[in-house]
């Protein structure tokens, strides 16, 4: 058994390893600056009085006495602080799952979240939140249009369907453009195209 200098060397270490972690941050940083825990909003944004969740997902165990902040994106000040609640527990690759709710926030701004080193996207708080926003997926849709696509005024996709074991000779070409990329499909039927 380690005495004299040995012995104090040896309780510091001990006693700064159970310092380091019983304090250390419920969000892990890595060397590089990334980190193992996101923040997901409402990319559109949130109206002032409407229902405001966040969600706060992590690849290891969180403790649910870690706060939340609403930071302005203008000044860099926290605006709202909230414990974040209830851990809703694994889901898909993540050990912890949070609701950030932050509906009691009403002030209009840009603003995003962060909860320990988690950081999330800017968000709007605005009562004009929609305005715009059937064009936006509208372009979207005619960005990502396989077949004749307007927004590029080219086509792609054009000779790409062939049939096979079907009632006439193999690899007869057939013309399967249409749908949208993004699904990796070509579907053209009223209910999906009704749907997007």
């Not at 944004?45 to 409407?50: E, K, R």
């Not at 949070?98 to 320990?116: C, E, M, V, W």
Request: aromatic content about 16%; charged content about 15%.
């Amino acid at each position: 058994m380690p005495s004299g200098p040995y012995m104090k060397i040896s309780f510091r270490i001990i006693w700064f390893t159970i310092l380091a972690t019983c304090f250390s941050p419920s969000v892990q940083v890595f060397a590089d600056g990334t980190t193992d825990s996101w923040i997901r909003v409402n990319q559109i944004g949130y109206t002032p009085n409407g229902v405001k969740i966040a969600i706060l997902a992590s690849k290891h165990a969180i403790s649910n006495d870690l706060n939340f902040e609403v930071v302005d994106a203008k000044t860099g000040k926290v605006v709202y602080q909230r414990n974040i609640g209830r851990n809703y527990g694994e889901y898909g690759p993540f050990k912890s799952s949070f609701r950030l709710n932050f509906s009691f926030f009403k002030h209009n701004g840009i603003f995003y979240l962060q909860a320990g080193t988690a950081v999330s996207p800017r968000f709007s708080i605005s009562n004009n939140i929609f305005k715009g926003s059937a064009d936006f997926v509208l372009r979207y849709l005619r960005q990502q249009r396989s077949g004749f696509n307007p927004f590029l005024k080219d086509s792609c996709h054009t000779k790409d369907g062939y049939i096979i074991y079907g009632p006439v000779p193999s690899s007869t070409h057939i013309d399967v453009a249409g749908g949208w990329h993004d699904a990796t499909d070509y579907l053209q039927y009223a209910t999906t195209s009704a749907n997007a």
